[in-house]
C-alpha cells in the first residue's frame, strides 16, 4: 500500500514562508512526476508546480515565488513557498506518479495553508 503524507501547513502572514513536504511510503518500485496542487474554498483544484526528473514547471500565479524539489533517497517533494499573498490561502494536495504492479496516481490528504493580510 503507498502512502502520501504531508506536512509543514500552517498560518502565515503575507510576504511570509513556508515549506511543504510530502513521504511516499510503500512498496514502491518507482516514482515518476511529483506535483503539489492546490484547492481554494468554492474553486478547482489546480496545479501548482510538478517536478520531473530534471525538470520543473510552475502555475503563472506561483512563478518566481514557489520552489520544488525532490530527495529521491527519501522519496520526498518539498514545496518552498516565499512571498506568501493572501490569495494562496488553500489545501494543499501531494500528488505522485508511482509504479508498484502498475503506474498509477496517489493523493496525499492535503495540509491547509493560510495566508494572513
Known amino acids: 500500500q503507498v502512502q502520501l503524507v504531508e506536512s509543514g501547513g500552517g498560518l502565515v502572514q503575507a510576504a511570509g514562508s513556508l515549506r511543504l513536504s510530502c513521504a511516499v511510503s510503500?512498496?514502491?518500485?518507482?516514482?515518476?512526476?511529483m506535483d503539489w496542487y492546490r484547492q481554494a474554498p468554492g474553486k478547482q483544484r489546480e496545479l501548482v508546480a510538478t517536478i520531473t526528473v530534471g525538470r520543473t514547471n510552475y502555475a503563472d500565479s506561483v512563478k518566481g515565488r514557489f520552489t520544488i524539489s525532490r530527495d529521491n533517497d527519501k522519496n520526498t517533494v518539498y514545496l518552498q513557498m516565499n512571498s506568501l499573498k493572501p490569495e494562496d490561502t488553500a489545501v494543499y494536495y501531494c500528488?505522485?506518479?508511482?509504479?508498484?504492479?502498475?503506474?498509477?496516481?496517489?493523493w496525499g490528504q492535503g495540509t491547509q495553508v493560510t495566508v494572513s493580510s
Open positions: 500528488n505522485a506518479e508511482i509504479f508498484v504492479k502498475y503506474r498509477a496516481n496517489y
Open positions: 510503500g512498496s514502491i518500485v518507482t516514482i515518476f512526476a
